[in-house]
Nanobody, 115 residues
Framework: QVQVVESGGGLVQAGGSLRLSCAAS????????MGWYRRAPGKQRELVAG???????DYADSVKGRFTISRDNAKNTVYLQMNSLKPEDTAVYYC?????????WGQGTQVTVSS
């Protein structure tokens, strides 16, 4: 069993920054695939940023140049540094971790960007 716990959401003004953290724990050795999705009100869930198994990264076009995903492999933790935030970034952000072909999700953390 894998537990995924996010932290770091909150309320910020447009142009501001937030840093999200996500830690995976449990009877695990190493998790290669981790990242972030988000769901905004009335919209479909979308991939924000994530690490693939080979260590490469994916970013949504809407966040390229503003968001940066990083990781601490020893801690099975990923971070999402979000800069130049826009009101359209308002959403619940969900961390995911893939382990032994199973997907595990965090409970979500709210990010609200005011204009």
């Amino acid at each position: 069993q894998v537990q995924v716990v996010e932290s770091g959401g909150g309320l910020v003004q447009a142009g501001g920054s937030l840093r999200l953290s996500c830690a995976a724990s449990g009877s695990i050795f190493s998790i290669k695939t981790m990242g972030w999705y988000r769901r905004a009100p009335g919209k479909q869930r979308e991939l924000v940023a994530g690490f693939r198994r080979d260590g490469s990264t994916d970013y949504a076009d809407s966040v390229k140049g503003r968001f940066t995903i990083s990781r601490d492999n020893a801690k099975n933790t990923v971070y999402l540094q979000m800069n130049s935030l826009k009101p359209e970034d308002t959403a619940v952000y969900y961390c995911y971790a893939e382990y032994l072909h199973e997907m595990y999700w965090g409970q979500g953390t709210q990010v609200t960007v005011s204009s």
